[in-house]
């Protein structure tokens, strides 16, 4: 295979991103596999059938396709009617080690006033100078805001910010007694937006705020909740507090912390999208012949968009499969793993190779695995079960979060149900 070829199978799995609409020939649908009760309809829905605006969650590991199947929902949303403004706050945006409303509500305000722009609806704030005027006397004396032009001055402001932990604490400072004037703004914005997209027979706005789920969760200096509870618990009131329908993404592990019911109340019980089964339910270690085929099928289409056969990126069929197994049905770490072996082992993949990328992965986990975290895995790996109480809270959540333990949503009763990460299953021995 020559350097283009290869070029082209590495960049047909970049894992990095989700689907666009223009590649729907390589989406592949693993709900049947994965247990789902079709989250997509149900985040729709619910826009489509409230009167007015709504505040929604998606949680699931990361990488276990959540960006996608925000993507059909905002394709299914735009073709009845809404503006789906989509709002990935990826690491150009915050820092997603640092994270609080005031930068989440500049992005967003930047995000909309770009989309509405490119729809040739063009908004003013008057106060929006007020606005600029007073950041700049606070904190940002030393950086040149030299237009009123919302996405310019914003994109200014968040270069500042984010590669500064000390300019991002006087930020915050300054926005936080502020916060209800930007609050404002973003609502004018959105007001005259609706009403202009009204005239045109639209039926709204849709804002799609994405990757606050890979956010660091960590306790606050105070020590009583952690930084993903006070964003998605303390500050839900303000995230809720735009006059048009939103969805969030929320990381998984708060979802099995002691917050739990407060975020429920905010945002209703979060779909969850999980992994797909690729084996069967513990301790049965047999291959689930549906997820395997879905998870073929998924690196078929990716190969005949790079122009190869099967024969020529894999050694053989069971090479695939292990690199499947071995994902645990991860969809973006089965891209992970592929690339990875593209590199470390060349073309076509081999068992040798396949091997110094799964021993890589062991030895990861190994590194941040404790013996605290044993008889949680044990419990995963003999019974499927996850039994999470005051005492070990800090790790069931640090191992979700990590994705030593996946879950998955499957069986005769749509019961939850967990497997140990097959790179973290050799720390068991």
Same mark, same amino acid.
């Not at 295979?1 to 590495?10: A, E, G, H, P, S």
């Not at 606005?131 to 914003?154: A, E, K, P, Y």
């Not at 402001?157 to 930020?171: L, Q, W």
């Not at 990381?251 to 999208?273: T, W």
């Given at each position: 295979?020559?350097?283009?070829?290869?070029?082209?199978?590495?960049?047909?799995?970049?894992?990095?991103?989700?689907?666009?609409?223009?590649?729907?020939?390589?989406?592949?649908?693993?709900?049947?596999?994965?247990?789902?009760?079709?989250?997509?309809?149900?985040?729709?829905?619910?826009?489509?059938?409230?009167?007015?605006?709504?505040?929604?969650?998606?949680?699931?590991?990361?990488?276990?396709?959540?960006?996608?199947?925000?993507?059909?929902?905002?394709?299914?949303?735009?073709?009845?009617?809404?503006? %789906?403004?989509?709002?990935?706050?990826?690491?150009?945006?915050?820092?997603?080690?640092?994270?609080?409303?005031?930068?989440?509500?500049?992005?967003?305000?930047?995000?909309? /006033?770009?989309?509405?722009? +490119?729809?040739?609806?063009?908004?003013?704030?008057?106060?929006?100078?007020?606005?600029?005027?007073?950041?700049?006397?606070?904190?940002?004396?030393?950086?040149?805001?030299?237009?009123?032009?919302?996405?310019?001055?914003?994109?200014?402001?968040?270069?500042?910010?984010?590669?500064?932990?000390?300019?991002?604490?006087?930020?915050?400072?300054?926005?936080?007694?502020?916060?209800?004037?930007?609050?404002?703004?973003?609502?004018?914005?959105?007001?005259?937006?609706?009403?202009?997209?009204?005239?045109?027979?639209?039926?709204?706005?849709?804002?799609?705020?994405?990757?606050?789920?890979?956010?660091?969760?960590?306790?606050?200096?105070?020590?009583?909740?952690?930084?993903?509870?006070?964003?998605? %618990?303390?500050?839900?009131?303000?995230?809720?507090?735009?006059?048009?329908? %939103?969805?969030?993404?929320?990381?998984?592990?708060?979802?099995?912390?002691?917050?739990?019911?407060?975020?429920?109340?905010?945002?209703?019980?979060?779909?969850?999208?999980?992994?797909?089964?690729?084996?069967?339910?513990?301790?049965?270690?047999?291959?689930?012949? +549906?997820?395997?085929?879905?998870?073929?099928?998924?690196?078929?289409?990716?190969?005949?968009? /790079?122009?190869?056969?099967? #024969?020529?990126?894999?050694?053989?069929?069971?090479?695939?499969?292990?690199?499947?197994?071995?994902?645990?049905?991860?969809?973006? #770490?089965?891209?992970?793993?592929?690339?990875? /072996?593209?590199?470390?082992?060349?073309?076509?993949?081999?068992?040798?190779?396949? +091997?110094?990328?799964?021993?890589?992965?062991?030895?990861?986990?190994?590194?941040?695995?404790?013996?605290?975290?044993?008889?949680?895995?044990?419990?995963?790996?003999?019974?499927?079960?996850?039994?999470?109480?005051?005492?070990?809270?800090?790790?069931?959540?640090?191992?979700?979060?990590?994705?030593?333990?996946?879950?998955?949503?499957?069986?005769?009763?749509?019961?939850?149900?967990?497997?140990?990460?097959?790179?973290?299953?050799?720390?068991?021995?």
């Amino acid at each position: 295979m020559d350097l283009q070829t290869q070029r082209k199978v590495f960049a047909a799995f970049d894992g990095t991103r989700p689907l666009t609409p223009e590649e729907g020939d390589l989406y592949v649908d693993l709900d049947p596999a994965r247990g789902m009760q079709d989250t997509v309809t149900r985040l729709v829905q619910t826009i489509v059938l409230s009167p007015g605006s709504t505040c929604q969650a998606l949680s699931g590991h990361k990488g276990s396709g959540k960006s996608t199947e925000l993507g059909r929902a905002g394709a299914q949303l735009e073709g009845k009617g809404y503006l %789906v403004v989509n709002c990935p706050l990826k690491e150009e945006d915050i820092d997603l080690n640092d994270v609080d409303f005031p930068e989440i509500l500049l992005a967003i305000i930047r995000r909309l /006033a770009g989309r509405l722009r +490119e729809t040739g609806i063009e908004v003013k704030p008057s106060y929006l100078a007020e606005r600029w005027r007073m950041l700049q006397d606070l904190m940002f004396r030393d950086v040149t805001i030299d237009s009123l032009d919302i996405t310019t001055g914003l994109a200014t402001i968040h270069t500042a910010i984010k590669g500064s932990p000390e300019m991002r604490d006087r930020f915050r400072k300054a926005m936080e007694p502020d916060t209800g004037n930007w609050m404002s703004l973003a609502n004018d914005l959105i007001g005259k937006a609706v009403q202009d997209l009204g005239n045109k027979g639209k039926n709204g706005i849709v804002l799609i705020v994405d990757d606050l789920d890979k956010m660091t969760t960590r306790p606050l200096p105070a020590g009583a909740i952690t930084t993903s509870e006070y964003l998605f %618990v303390n500050r839900q009131p303000q995230l809720a507090g735009f006059d048009c329908h %939103v969805i969030y993404t929320v990381p998984l592990d708060l979802l099995y912390s002691s917050a739990a019911p407060k975020l429920a109340q905010g945002f209703g019980c979060p779909p969850v999208v999980p992994m797909t089964k690729v084996r069967n339910h513990p301790p049965d270690r047999a291959d689930c012949g +549906e997820g395997m085929a879905l998870f073929r099928e998924l690196v078929a289409r990716r190969l005949r968009k /790079a122009g190869v056969c099967q #024969e020529e990126v894999f050694e053989n069929t069971e090479v695939l499969d292990d690199i499947i197994r071995f994902s645990g049905g991860q969809p973006s #770490e089965l891209m992970l793993l592929l690339r990875q /072996a593209f590199v470390r082992g060349g073309f076509p993949v081999r068992r040798k190779g396949l +091997e110094l990328v799964k021993a890589e992965s062991r030895r990861t986990y190994a590194l941040m695995l404790r013996s605290g975290h044993r008889p949680i895995l044990e419990e995963v790996r003999d019974k499927g079960a996850l039994t999470q109480g005051a005492d070990n809270e800090k790790e069931v959540r640090e191992l979700l979060f990590s994705r030593a333990v996946l879950a998955y949503i499957n069986g005769s009763r749509d019961e939850t149900w967990y497997v140990v990460n097959p790179a973290a299953e050799s720390w068991l021995k």
